[in-house]
Antibody, heavy 122, light 107 residues
């Protein structure tokens, strides 16, 4: 069965960077794209960015452009999201989520990781 | 960027009631709309995509409709296990913004 398992919680100081991993299993990793979505405490969902594992295409929300780097390692079937220049506003649960259809750039997210809490505090 | 406006932001209904949530897009998104359910402390779950197509395994008590800028999500016969926050999300073009969510509670 499809599983996305994310790395554990992180505590970072303002100005630091964080790299969250998303280990996939149960399907052909290279055929799908991933989105990264975050949720600040008590708030709604915020779409951040998308990466295609099959052709390395990427899409970003403007507010994260230049601060977010997404990569996908096909040898370990793991996707990564790195966020730089952290501020307290980046404190949130970060989710990876897989596209519903292979070889598609439509953002229909039917498998989600369990979430990674990133806390930014001095 | 396309803005997604959900209403209401919260609602309280009785077991067995029909519940309706609306989502308005700031511009035409055709039928490129998802609906998700999120229970406290859990990741979201895709319920509906293409505005009206039920994801595999999702019970038919959930329904979606709409095209263009106005969309509706319905729960037929609300049950205690449906208590959650529901989000719409468009995927017409990036950024794929979510609505602000609708929290559904039992009266």
């Amino acid at each position: 069965q499809v599983q996305l398992v994310q790395s554990g919680p992180e505590v970072k100081k303002p100005g630091a960077s964080v790299k969250v991993s998303c280990k996939a299993s149960g399907y052909t990793f290279s055929s799908y794209g991933f989105s990264w979505v975050r949720q600040a405490p008590g708030q709604g969902l915020e779409w951040m960015a998308w990466i295609s594992v099959y052709n390395d295409d990427t899409k970003y929300a403007q507010k994260f452009q230049g601060r977010v780097t997404m990569t996908a390692d096909t040898s370990t079937e793991t996707a990564y999201m790195e966020l730089t220049g952290l501020t307290s506003d980046d404190t949130a649960v970060y989710y990876c989520a897989r596209d519903l259809f292979p070889f598609s750039s439509t953002c229909q997210l039917n498998y989600w990781g369990q979430g990674t809490l990133v806390t930014v505090s001095s | 960027d396309i803005q997604m406006t959900q209403s209401p932001s919260s609602l309280s209904a009785s077991v067995g009631d029909r519940v309706t949530i609306t989502c308005q897009a700031s511009q035409d998104i055709r039928n490129y709309l998802n609906w998700y359910q999120q229970k406290p402390g859990r990741a979201p779950k895709l319920l509906i995509y293409d505005a009206s197509t039920l994801e595999t395994g999702v019970p038919s008590k959930f329904s979606g409709s709409g095209f263009g800028t106005h969309f509706t999500f319905t729960i037929f016969s609300l049950q205690p296990e449906d208590i959650a926050t529901y989000y719409c999300q468009h995927y017409d073009n990036a950024p794929y913004t979510f609505g602000q969510g609708t929290k559904v509670e039992i009266k």
